[in-house]
């Protein structure tokens, strides 16, 4: 089976027609004709349009416009119906790992308006344009006690990452379970909004996300039905105290009981935030370039071009004292509460053999509450302060050469068991392609999200193809699916879903067909596309 996924080009009249409208519109500060410039800046400060991690077959964007108001979008998408120019939506364009964007850019990275911040229900209304760092400078500014979730960089958009369901490290980290009510732009320029916000000047459009009627909110996560133009989203009060807290565990397959325990915990709401769990592979990437020491120690694999071969794996961690796993995670509670939960937490996981705990508590003066800068931060951000650290293991790597990164991401049950068979697989496949299988592994109460971050150097691209397509086969006979897809192989992560003869596929396809009978928003997004204008699997 092919992995390609089949791109629309415009017409290039059509296109120049489309591009000169947009123009007058949006002003030709605001359009891109030549896509190499005008995106929001992204690694080594590039501002042009497209992956920057490209693997087998890049996808170019052929040009991109940068509305900044909900009727800029509207004349926008009657423009690309007019002349049958397909659009392409990002909101910041920053889903590092999961491939670039193609075939014209809808960028709304210039919508930055937060509507509202509310304090004393803990929300926030914003628009695509509002990144992670920038909403919380803003619950800085007006000093309130609010904590946010925040994904691993914090330089993307608040509605971009949950439209793709993605997620953070605190107790509101499944971000698209933290949505209350959109406005959107449909395919065909009307304005739509969700929930209780289908009532004009609904007071609780942020605060119940149910409304009266279907539930449609739930069509616009990682699809091509509509714009999205603002988004409410529920935060967290700030706690009186906050503990972090880690695990380590000395043998491979002691993810198995980790795993288990760490799911059971979350079911019975003593853990509730996702604790992160890492392999070896993982701490010792982590550490290349700010350990001159193990560095060294790899010699030449510190490049990551190639396998970092097992016996300095083992060596290093011998030297290191490393661990074969490490969790993570935190706890948000009063004061009071912490000592009791500590405690349930190590009675628990003294049935995992050999593992140790650490614990490190942080607490507000009385009748205060912490911010998140009052704790000591920790690899990824628990403590909800967004930062663009990590960036930095990219960009520092292999005298400017830097490392590219590659996300498989698949849902897998929550014992252990099946983690660890899916894993074994996994990794051999990994190194069988002379890669590291580095974990980024995301627990949850009833299923985890594990991520295998394939960190390379770009000599290495060439062997990422492969890998992919391997990994989807892998975990296709176990059952398993991803939970996002990189573009280039969102066509054949999407004919997995083939029950009933693929009826999910065709019912995504009648939806396409009547809401976009143009196809003009993001053709092929995530595997959906209109009659006849599919891939070729």
Same mark, same amino acid.
């Given at each position: $089976? =092919?992995?390609?996924?089949?791109?629309?080009?415009?017409?290039?009249?059509?296109?120049?027609?489309?591009?000169?409208?947009?123009?007058?519109?949006?002003?030709?500060?605001? %359009?891109?004709?030549?896509? =190499?410039?005008?995106?929001?800046?992204?690694?080594? *400060?590039?501002?042009?349009?497209?992956?920057?991690?490209?693997?087998?077959?890049?996808?170019?964007?052929?040009?991109?416009?940068?509305?900044?108001? !909900?009727?800029?979008?509207?004349?926008?998408?009657?423009?690309?119906?007019?002349?049958? #120019?397909?659009?392409?939506?990002?909101?910041?364009?920053? /889903?590092?790992?999961?491939?670039?964007?193609?075939?014209?850019? =809808?960028?709304?990275?210039? $919508?930055?308006?937060?509507?509202?911040?509310?304090?004393?229900?803990?929300?926030?209304?914003?628009?695509?344009?509002?990144?992670?760092?920038?909403?919380?400078?803003?619950?800085?500014?007006?000093?309130? @006690?609010?904590?946010?979730?925040?994904?691993?960089?914090?330089?993307?958009?608040?509605?971009?990452?949950?439209?793709?369901?993605?997620?953070?490290?605190?107790?509101?980290?499944?971000?698209?379970?933290?949505?209350?009510?959109?406005?959107?732009?449909?395919?065909?320029?009307?304005?739509?909004? #969700?929930?209780?916000?289908?009532?004009?000047?609904?007071?609780?459009?942020?605060?119940?996300?149910? *409304?009266?009627?279907?539930?449609?909110?739930?069509?616009?996560?990682?699809?091509?039905?509509?714009?999205?133009?603002?988004?409410?989203?529920?935060?967290?009060?700030?706690?009186?105290?906050? #503990?972090?807290?880690?695990?380590?565990?000395?043998?491979?397959?002691?993810? !198995?009981?980790? +795993?288990?325990?760490?799911?059971?915990?979350?079911?019975?709401?003593?853990?509730? @935030?996702?604790?992160?769990?890492?392999?070896? $592979?993982?701490?010792?990437?982590?550490?290349?370039?700010?350990?001159?020491?193990?560095?060294?120690?790899?010699?030449?694999?510190?490049?990551?071009?190639?396998?970092?071969?097992?016996?300095?794996?083992?060596?290093?961690?011998?030297?290191?004292?490393?661990?074969?796993?490490?969790?993570?995670?935190?706890?948000?509670?009063?004061?009071?509460?912490?000592?009791?939960?500590?405690?349930?937490?190590?009675?628990?996981?003294?049935?995992?053999?050999?593992?140790?705990?650490? +614990?490190? +508590?942080?607490?507000?003066?009385?009748?205060?509450?912490?911010? *998140?800068?009052? %704790?000591?931060?920790?690899?990824?951000?628990?403590?909800?302060?967004?930062?663009?650290?990590?960036?930095?293991?990219?960009?520092?790597? /292999?005298?400017?050469?830097?490392?590219?990164?590659?996300?498989?991401?698949?849902?897998?049950?929550?014992?252990?068991?099946?983690?660890?068979?899916?894993?074994?697989?996994?990794?051999?496949?990994?190194?069988?392609?002379?890669? @590291?299988?580095?974990?980024?592994?995301?627990?949850?109460?009833?299923?985890?999200?594990?991520?295998?971050?394939?960190?390379?150097?770009?000599?290495?691209?060439?062997?990422?193809?492969?890998?992919? $397509?391997?990994?989807?086969?892998?975990?296709?006979?176990?059952?398993?699916?991803?939970?996002?897809?990189?573009?280039?192989?969102?066509?054949? +992560?999407?004919?997995?879903? @083939?029950?009933?003869?693929?009826?999910?596929?065709?019912?995504?396809?009648?939806?396409?067909?009547?809401?976009?009978?143009?196809?003009?928003?993001?053709?092929?997004?995530?595997? !959906?596309? /209109?009659?006849?204008?599919?891939?070729?699997?």
């Amino acid at each position: $089976m =092919s992995s390609s996924s089949q791109t629309i080009d415009p017409v290039p009249a059509r296109l120049s027609e489309f591009l000169d409208i947009a123009s007058s519109i949006i002003g030709p500060e605001n %359009v891109s004709r030549d896509p =190499s410039w005008g995106a929001p800046k992204g690694l080594y *400060g590039a501002d042009n349009y497209g992956d920057p991690f490209p693997l087998s077959k890049p996808h170019h964007a052929a040009a991109a416009v940068r509305p900044v108001t !909900v009727d800029h979008i509207q004349h926008i998408v009657k423009a690309a119906n007019d002349t049958r #120019t397909p659009l392409w939506t990002v909101s910041r364009g920053k /889903n590092l790992g999961y491939g670039g964007s193609a075939p014209v850019v =809808s960028d709304t990275h210039r $919508m930055t308006n937060i509507i509202e911040i509310n304090e004393e229900y803990a929300y926030a209304i914003v628009e695509p344009g509002v990144t992670f760092m920038q909403l919380h400078a803003e619950i800085r500014r007006r000093n309130l @006690n609010l904590w946010m979730s925040v994904p691993a960089l914090g330089w993307g958009s608040v509605i971009g990452n949950a439209l793709e369901r993605g997620f953070g490290y605190t107790q509101e980290a499944v971000h698209y379970k933290q949505q209350s009510g959109l406005e959107v732009v449909l395919p065909n320029g009307d304005l739509l909004r #969700t929930g209780m916000g289908a009532m004009e000047n609904n007071k609780t459009w942020p605060l119940y996300s149910g *409304g009266l009627g279907p539930g449609v909110d739930g069509l616009f996560f990682q699809s091509n039905y509509g714009i999205v133009t603002k988004m409410g989203v529920h935060l967290s009060h700030a706690p009186e105290a906050y #503990t972090r807290i880690e695990v380590d565990c000395f043998d491979d397959e002691d993810v !198995v009981p980790l +795993t288990g325990a760490l799911t059971e915990l979350m079911r019975r709401r003593v853990i509730t @935030n996702p604790p992160q769990l890492f392999n070896t $592979m993982t701490i010792i990437t982590g550490m290349i370039g700010t350990s001159k020491e193990l560095t060294e120690a790899l010699g030449q694999y510190s490049s990551l071009k190639h396998r970092i071969p097992a016996d300095i794996v083992a060596g290093i961690t011998k030297r290191f004292k490393l661990p074969a796993w490490r969790t993570a995670f935190a706890i948000y509670a009063p004061r009071e509460a912490h000592a009791g939960l500590i405690e349930a937490i190590k009675r628990r996981f003294e049935l995992v053999k050999g593992s140790n705990i650490t +614990t490190e +508590t942080s607490t507000a003066p009385p009748g205060e509450y912490l911010r *998140g800068e009052d %704790v000591a931060p920790d690899f990824l951000p628990q403590n909800g302060v967004p930062s663009i650290e990590h960036l930095k293991m990219l960009e520092g790597h /292999n005298d400017g050469d830097g490392l590219w990164h590659n996300s498989y991401s698949p849902v897998i049950p929550p014992s252990g068991r099946e983690l660890y068979e899916w894993y074994l697989g996994a990794k051999k496949i990994t190194e069988d392609n002379d890669l @590291n299988f580095v974990a980024d592994f995301h627990v949850f109460d009833r299923y985890v999200i594990a991520i295998n971050l394939v960190l390379f150097h770009p000599f290495a691209r060439t062997r990422l193809h492969p890998l992919q $397509m391997a990994l989807m086969e892998h975990t296709r006979k176990l059952g398993y699916l991803e939970y996002r897809a990189h573009i280039s192989f969102m066509d054949v +992560t999407a004919a997995h879903q @083939n029950f009933n003869g693929g009826a999910f596929g065709r019912f995504t396809t009648l939806l396409k067909d009547a809401i976009d009978p143009n196809g003009v928003l993001s053709p092929g997004k995530q595997g !959906v596309w /209109n009659t006849g204008a599919g891939p070729k699997l």
